[in-house]
């Protein structure tokens, strides 16, 4: 076979119209081989006899698209100093744009027999075994597609699973259920069209691994949460059967969705990889460069440093580890054309040495880069090391997920005892978390429930988290989450249970849409999706995950696209800014917050033990920033009333200066009184446990 | 019309007509082509005839600028036959029409290769 030297740039398997450049890192390696795999799995090895700068390249002038490969590395093999080249392990490259493939799990992917893993040495062919990478091509026909731009302040998040999402969408043709033509097809387009969101924000998929101690039980990582390849494509989410096809059908899902005006954020996981602890697998880094890709534990490099609890993290503070991470970023904007990211524990990945880090070179690079710094950017602000839950910590250029809104919302609306003030900031974008570095309330991700625990559903369902489906006698998953069943435990046919399910689920609903901030819904929620108390499901690659579109509740699902076109119509509830709280002329202060009897909330009213009922009123004359030609935005202004409480409550609206007349625009018990009008100093019945909303009319 | 590749010899200088559409589907049909006739002749001319060609993506476009490296890399070239609008406009505005040499016949691409 031909083969010429090729160049060390780029790095991966670059096909430039008519052969193949490749080129990988390896500091440890001795020797690299690149074995290419015919259809019928016959291995042809060929030596990577040129390297520059531990950079091991070739260029195949015969190799195109579809080719199926991988590497073997010849080199030191001493654990205790962290060193395990084994050319006997196929290799997948940190580059690959495509893999082809499922890995057969045996003891040939391992280093060591499963008998004695303390002294054995195994040199099984991993080969036959491993996925392969493929060669791919780049180009694609993108037509027009532009990315939507939409404003953070204007996005509305959903959460949702490729697979997950059209499994069972009965719209969807069979053939393309569960994939990202699934999700490209007009059924879903429109189903999120109608819904109003205007981002998807997708679960891992980058091309990730089934782990073994998943697949000894019968299941399967069903998340995605255990990356192997970074630049490439789950590839089981790909109705396209040839090999590399994923890379098409990702990127024509990208364009249907931009064409659509919805954006695409991908949800990444850069902090660990799926080759698992010291006795882990051999797939890919552990075998080109373990000591480069780890971090080892300083006095026994056998072992691997682990913030993430599992089994690695990947070494920041090496540079073929940061171009890697910047790399593959880059690659799915300027390639792929995704709109942003959202950081899988993101903590890890600003650790310089042991302690969390601001001014981590992970920052500083994402802050320097062209195309990076220019996308949302949103990060899971925690991870299990120490120091590791960092809300509202993030630089400027970030939004977080804002776990403390989570926990407040849903104490507030199960009637646990806490201050309002809590209530009150996180209702209002979280000032207290970012408005100290000049950060926006679009720096908060307001959310009450995610991938990560209990549905929506599930949460006013269950007390409890009821995972025994996952094989681990139900210990795996959260035990504290804040939830309450409404009075029973799991399915029940009581009709007065079944109401304050409901009304609980639109309360959530509603307080998220109507805060300051980014909303995120998880996806199904909006539709009343139940996971049957499960909440880790992880490994549910089944119906206990997926959309059930034949049970969906019409009715949750109709009020939710009336919230979210609501939130849209009314720039008030999307302020730019934090409120100030001051009278800013004629118009009146930006907010003000009132108790049940319609006097203003005071220092004291604000620390009072019964925290469960209050008014806010919302200005629509002041939103302090203009739009986009400079002219001042006008809205509606609005009262809001709050009780958590479980009994109606008698409601006195403020004096006339606050608004003459008011009418009830919404109202989550039901549409309890909705159209209702109600005078300045007149009182107006709030049932119990709701939300309604009053808008000013004189 | 449908795609189709021919290749024949004019002396010294390989010919290739492309008809058709040239898009990710069939550009690997062009490679082939393009790639034998280097083969044949390492430091040769090859003429890419695109009279006949519908429509180029950049598929397309990727292996005229493959075979063009791969032909000047052997002491060759590749040039380009092209009068036709869609291919021309996509040339222009992809700025390869500054890259590649390019005739309006055959004959003109085969003249304009003869030593003086």
């Known amino acids: 076979m031909k083969f010429w030297p090729g160049s060390p740039f780029p790095l991966g398997a670059t096909y430039d119209g008519v052969g193949t450049n490749f080129a990988v890192f390896s500091e440890a390696a001795e020797r690299v081989e690149l074995c290419l795999f015919e259809p019928d799995g016959t291995e042809t090895r060929i030596p990577l006899t040129e390297m520059a700068a531990w950079v091991w390249h070739g260029y195949a002038p015969d190799i195109g698209p579809g080719q199926r490969y991988g590497y073997r590395v010849h080199g030191p093999y001493d654990p205790g100093q962290g060193l395990r080249c084994n050319p006997s392990k196929l290799l997948l490259d940190p580059y690959a744009t495509a893999i082809d493939g499922e890995v057969q799990w045996n003891e040939s992917l391992f280093n060591y027999r499963f008998d004695d893993p303390e002294n054995s040495f195994n040199d099984d062919d991993s080969g036959p075994s491993m996925p392969k990478a493929v060669v791919t091509s780049p180009y694609f026909d993108w037509a027009h597609d532009r990315p939507p731009r939409t404003p953070l302040d204007d996005s509305v998040i959903y959460e949702v699973h490729v697979k997950g999402f059209t499994q069972q969408h009965p719209g969807v043709p069979e053939n393309l259920r569960g994939t990202y033509a699934g999700l490209a097809h007009p059924a879903s387009i429109d189903y999120l069209l109608n819904l109003g969101v205007t981002a998807v924000e997708l679960l891992p998929v980058h091309q990730f691994i089934h782990d073994s101690h998943l697949a000894d039980r019968g299941l399967r990582n069903y998340w995605g949460y255990n990356s192997i390849g970074f630049m490439a494509p789950q590839n089981d989410y790909a109705a396209s059967t040839q090999p590399g096809g994923q890379v098409q059908e990702f990127k024509w899902m990208v364009k249907q969705l931009h064409a659509a005006g919805i954006e695409v954020i991908l949800d990444v996981v850069y902090n660990h990889t799926a080759e698992g602890n010291h006795l882990g697998p051999i797939l890919s880094f552990k075998g080109l460069d373990n000591a480069a890709y780890y971090r080892l534990v300083d006095d026994d490099r056998r072992f691997y440093y682990d913030t993430t609890g599992t089994g690695n993290s990947l070494n920041m503070r090496h540079p073929h580890v940061l171009q890697l991470i910047m790399d593959s970023l880059r690659y799915w904007v300027t390639e792929m054309h995704v709109d942003g990211f959202r950081f899988d524990l993101a903590s890890t990945l600003a650790r310089q040495f042991h302690e969390v880090d601001r001014l981590s070179a992970f920052f500083d690079l994402i802050q320097q880069d062209p195309v990076v710094s220019r996308v949302k950017l949103i990060a899971e602000p925690w991870d299990v090391g120490e120091g590791g839950y960092q809300v509202g910590n993030f630089p400027p250029l970030w939004s977080e997920w804002n776990g403390k809104y989570r926990d407040t919302l849903r104490d507030y609306w199960r009637g646990e005892p806490q201050t309002l003030g809590e209530f009150a900031a996180r209702f209002t974008g979280s000032s207290d978390l970012y408005e100290d570095d000049a950060r926006k309330p679009s720096a908060s991700v307001n959310f009450v429930t995610a991938h990560d625990g209990f549905t929506l559903h599930d949460l006013v369902s269950y007390n409890d988290k009821h995972n025994e489906a996952n094989g681990e006698g139900g210990a795996d998953g959260e035990s504290h989450n804040r939830s309450w069943n409404s009075g029973v435990e799991g399915p029940t046919d009581d009709p007065e249970v079944l109401e304050i399910r409901a009304r609980q689920q639109r309360n959530f609903l509603a307080t998220v849409l109507l805060s300051q901030g980014i909303p995120m819904l998880l996806g199904g929620d909006e539709m009343g999706r139940t996971q049957g108390g499960n909440n880790n499901a992880y490994c549910q690659d089944n119906e206990i995950s997926w959309f059930d579109w034949e049970h969906r509740d019409g009715d949750l699902l109709a009020f939710t696209q009336r919230l979210i076109a609501f939130r849209r119509a009314h720039p008030v509830f999307r302020r730019r800014h934090f409120f100030h709280g001051e009278s800013l002329g004629a118009a009146g202060p930006d907010i003000a917050w009132f108790r049940p009897d319609g006097t203003e909330m005071t220092e004291q009213d604000w620390a009072s033990g019964f925290g469960k009922a209050l008014s806010v009123f919302l200005n629509g004359e002041t939103i302090p920033s203009p739009d986009a030609r400079g002219q001042r935005v006008l809205d509606d202004s609005f009262l809001l009333l709050f009780n958590a409480h479980h009994e109606p409550l008698e409601v006195t609206m403020p004096e006339e200066r606050w608004g003459a007349r008011w009418v009830r625009v919404l109202d989550t018990a039901d549409a309890f009184n909705e159209g209702e009008a109600v005078e300045a100093g007149q009182t107006t019945k709030i049932d119990a446990r709701s939300l309604a909303l009053l808008r000013r009319t004189g | ?116």
């Open chain 2, 1 to 116: 019309m449908p795609f189709a590749v021919d290749r024949r010899d004019i002396e010294d200088t390989v010919v290739v007509a492309v008809r058709g559409e040239l898009d990710i589907g069939t550009a690997p049909d062009l490679r082939v082509a393009l790639m034998e006739a280097i083969e044949r002749q390492p430091d040769g001319r090859i003429i890419a005839d695109l009279e006949g060609l519908e429509f180029i993506d950049s598929a397309g476009l990727g292996i005229l600028i493959g075979g063009r490296k791969r032909a000047q890399a052997g002491g060759g070239d590749l040039v380009l036959v092209s009068t036709g609008r869609n291919v021309a406009k996509i040339l222009e505005l992809t700025g390869l029409m500054r890259v590649f040499d390019v005739y309006s016949s055959v004959s003109d691409a085969r003249e304009a290769a003869r030593p003086d």
